[in-house]
């Protein structure tokens, strides 16, 4: 499985975008991105996915590199509610399972 | 819908006990799957299932068996608990086959053993 790399932790301000890092620096033409994210005391939560185009959704937006070693998700306007550990993980074609890494830990201050 | 539910949502055990983790979900869902995570640590899959009658060893399958009896129903058992099995389970299902899909997780099952 190809791997990413994402820093341990992130802090940010209530109401203020989020911009989390993810390389992938191996990644292969048929992997997708996806995010997931696990708020305390919870099972992980779907966020995003994408193969190569910038993706948005009600919950956040995806943006790919032209070349895919790397990802950003963007949290336009960040809550407190998401403050959470939010993981990168590339899904590769013809599997389902997810194989979960540390993730960053994502810190919102009021 | 309650989506994808675990039970029991506690449970201690003492060494050598056995017990079996129940997940249900009522979305029709073909694909169901056990993960566990210990502290401080990221998900790890135990095993997973394509469909009812089916099962499949994930990454850490030791010590866990698995049945699929019902559509809707993935059960976990342990027939020999260690404490090295103290963790948190997590279940999780989804609809396709394929890596544009998302899972949906449940609510976990924190399991510690004495």
């Known amino acids: 499985d190809a791997k990413t790399t994402q820093p341990n932790s992130m802090e940010s301000n209530e109401e203020e975008p989020v911009h989390l890092p993810c390389n992938h620096s191996?990644?292969?033409?048929?992997?997708?991105i996806h995010w997931y994210r696990q708020l305390p005391s919870q099972g992980p939560e779907y966020v995003i996915h994408?193969?190569?185009s910038n993706v948005n959704n009600r919950m956040a937006s995806l943006a790919i590199a032209e070349d895919r070693k790397s990802s950003t998700l963007i949290l336009h306007r960040a809550t407190l509610r998401d403050a959470a550990v939010y993981y990168c993980?590339?899904?590769?074609?013809?599997?389902?399972?997810?194989?979960f890494g540390q993730g960053t830990r994502l810190t919102i201050n009021p | 819908n309650a989506g994808v539910t675990q039970t029991p949502k506690f449970r201690v055990l003492k060494t050598g006990q056995s017990m079996t983790l129940l997940c249900a979900q009522d979305?029709?869902?073909?694909?169901m799957y056990w993960y566990r995570q210990d502290p401080g640590m990221g998900l790890r899959l135990i095993h997973y299932?394509?469909?009812?009658?089916?099962?499949a060893k994930g990454e850490v399958p030791d010590g866990y068996n698995v049945s699929r009896l019902k559509k809707q129903n993935f059960l976990l058992g342990l027939e020999s608990a260690a404490p090295s099995q103290t963790s948190v389970y997590f279940c999780?299902?989804?609809?396709?086959?394929?890596?544009?899909?998302?899972?949906?997780f449940g609510p976990g099952t924190r399991l510690t053993v004495l």
């Open positions: 999780a299902s989804s609809y396709l086959r394929g890596p544009w899909n998302e899972q949906f």
């Open positions: 191996t990644i292969s033409g048929t992997d997708y």
């Open positions: 994408g193969l190569t």
């Open positions: 993980i590339l899904l590769f074609g013809g599997a389902q399972k997810l194989v």
């Open positions: 979305m029709n869902h073909e694909y």
């Open positions: 299932s394509v469909g009812e009658g089916t099962t």
